[in-house]
């Protein structure tokens, strides 16, 4: 038996243990929490039409268009909504929202300023209101 074999088993069996916590805090990195980016005491309210949605990890987002009323001017948002399993607990699928629906969210406003937010609830075409499983410190 080769003395070296135990040193690079060891050797080999660090480097894996590095990579995966290396892994492990990219990951964790990657979920922010709610406080992070979002600010609850400034309320938004926006209505505008989709056009586009990520379904996907760690949260859905929501691309719409909002027009404003006086200007004409049309703005861009995005905005953020909690886990696709999340949504799913609420009622939601992926097929909710369709490119061009008009809906209504109530959120929170991102603390830097930018056009995004984080919706507590949508009222859908149809006028039901889903709960978004997002917001007020929640991520599920």
């Known amino acids: 038996m080769d003395a070296r ?14 990579l995966l916590v290396l892994m492990g805090v990219v990951r964790a990195d990657a979920h922010h929490s709610f406080a992070a980016d ?13 056009t586009k949605v990520e ?7 929501i691309y719409i268009d909002v027009t404003d009323g006086g200007t004409k001017r ?5 905005i953020e909504l909690g886990s696709p399993n999340g949504l799913r607990q609420r009622g939601w699928t ?4 369709k490119i061009g629906d008009a809906i209504t969210i ?4 991102a603390k830097d300023g930018s056009h995004l ?3 507590s609830s949508i009222v859908l075409p149809s006028g039901v209101r889903l709960s978004t499983g997002s917001g007020q410190g929640k991520t599920s």
């Open 5 to 18: 074999l135990p040193s690079r088993v060891a050797a080999t069996t660090l480097g894996v243990v590095a």
């Open 38 to 50: 979002f600010d609850i005491t400034k309320h938004v309210t926006l209505t505008g039409r989709v």
């Open 55 to 61: 379904w996907l990890n760690p949260h859905v987002h």
């Open 74 to 78: 049309t703005t861009p948002w995005t």
């Open 94 to 97: 992926s097929h909710s929202l």
């Open 106 to 109: 109530d959120g929170s406003l």
């Open 117 to 119: 937010a984080n919706a």
